[in-house]
């Protein structure tokens, strides 16, 4: 299929692209250059972010961590850093006034 590059650098998707795609106007779309720069990939973002989510998911399957494992690191984590930012928050027993 061929657009066209309008003045304002705009071009209309043809209606078959956006139905193969599932788009809809106002769906926000990724775009990326190909590695060897001569072609423009199109996708709509929810694809950029489901990828996302499987390469996490992959990672932690590879890392065997589990989702708990990990959500409670992130707990820990978080409350390490307002103890350090805000350590009159927490008396030296360890709960907050």
């Known amino acids: 299929m061929k657009v066209t590059l309008r003045d304002r650098r705009q071009i209309t998707l043809p209606r078959k692209v956006c139905e ?4 809809e106007p106002g769906d926000h779309l990724e775009l990326q250059i190909s590695e060897s720069g001569d072609a423009l990939i ?16 992959q990672a932690l399957a590879e890392s065997g961590i589990t989702e708990e494992e990990l959500l409670e690191s992130g707990r820990q984590v978080r409350e390490e850093l307002v103890r ?4 009159h928050l927490f008396p030296s027993h360890g709960v907050p006034k």
């Open 42 to 57: 199109i996708r709509p973002s929810r694809m950029v972010a489901l990828d996302a989510l499987r390469a996490i998911q």
């Open 84 to 87: 350090e930012k805000w350590p």
């Open 20 to 23: 193969a795609l599932k788009i």
